[in-house]
């Protein structure tokens, strides 16, 4: 699944492509947020990122849609 992170105070958000669900990542950034703690995702290329659950400023799932390409679905 394909989210981007905002970051306060960075100039671009942080694009990932991870492999959770839309409610495994809610939940995992609802316990950051309630804990204070530390937002953990690990992305497909095997790349972890750790955000301060207080530098997190929004974070965007993207839709999970098949690319269309040419007459067919890839």
């Keep these: 699944m394909e989210i981007t992170l905002g970051i306060r105070d960075a100039a671009a958000p942080l694009a990932l492509d991870i492999d959770m669900t839309a409610e495994e990542l809610t939940e995992a950034v ?41 007459f067919g679905f890839v």
């Design 30 to 70: 609802n316990a950051a947020l309630n804990d204070q703690s530390t937002l953990q995702l690990k992305s497909h290329d095997n790349s972890t990122v750790i955000v301060p659950a207080n530098a997190i400023a929004y974070v965007r799932i993207a839709n999970n849609e098949q690319r269309r390409v040419g």
